[in-house]
């Protein structure tokens, strides 16, 4: 990089990137519980599962909303020394610095089935899709205002975008790099300069 640039991460993108490997390893941890009888029976697990998946995903996708809209309203426009960083460096690097609790989180769902079938299984399915949610949230208000919202890699490096770390956003119009609005991959190829 050139003196003074430095490279921006999309904030969707950080946000969406651990939803499937929550959902995916919750929903098959939920499976293998149902399988199980456990101590509560299967029955209760389930019914004690499907609340707790609708608690975390109304927990995962509230949590810090306010703080979202305030760096987000707050945000400058990029300048043209920036770098965006691809979609898929994002997400290698999200999932890098979460994987280190997921398979833990996923054998201690499917371990908690001998006592409460699926529960577990079902609350880590529900964080995942709060946190899918949230990226459809910060997507709708990306094309509100016609920007995407950007951040500084460093400050996320625990996969935080709004933690006390991140200082503030800034904003590129909306064709810019290769992840449209909510984070999804875009269907062709995109320009990559901020714009």
Do not use: H
């Not at 456990?38 to 306010?66: E, P, Q, S, Y």
């Not at 979460?98 to 006592?115: K, N, T």
């Not at 064709?175 to 269907?187: E, F, I, M, N």
Request: positive net charge.
């Amino acid at each position: 990089m050139g003196r003074g640039a430095y490279a921006l991460a999309r904030v969707a993108v950080i946000v969406r990137a651990p939803a499937g490997w929550l959902w995916w390893p919750g929903v098959l941890a939920a499976g293998v519980g149902v399988l199980v009888p456990g101590l509560t029976g299967r029955r209760i697990g389930v019914l004690a599962g499907a609340a707790l998946f609708l608690i975390a995903a109304i927990a995962v996708f509230t949590v810090r909303r306010k703080r979202y809209l305030e760096l987000a309203r707050t945000a400058s426009r990029a300048g043209k020394a920036v770098f965006l960083q691809d979609r898929a460096v994002t997400v290698r690097a999200c999932r890098r610095a979460l994987r280190w609790w997921l398979l833990p989180a996923f054998l201690a769902a499917v371990a908690s089935s001998f006592a409460v079938p699926a529960a577990a299984g079902m609350l880590m399915a529900g964080a995942g899709a709060g946190l899918w949610g949230k990226a459809l949230w910060l997507g709708r208000w990306e094309r509100t205002n016609d920007v995407l919202l950007w951040v500084r890699p460093e400050w996320v490096a625990r996969g935080r975008p709004a933690g006390k770390t991140v200082r503030a956003y800034q904003t590129t119009g909306i064709v810019a790099g290769d992840a449209g609005p909510g984070g999804a991959r875009r269907g062709r190829a995109a320009p990559v300069a901020a714009r």
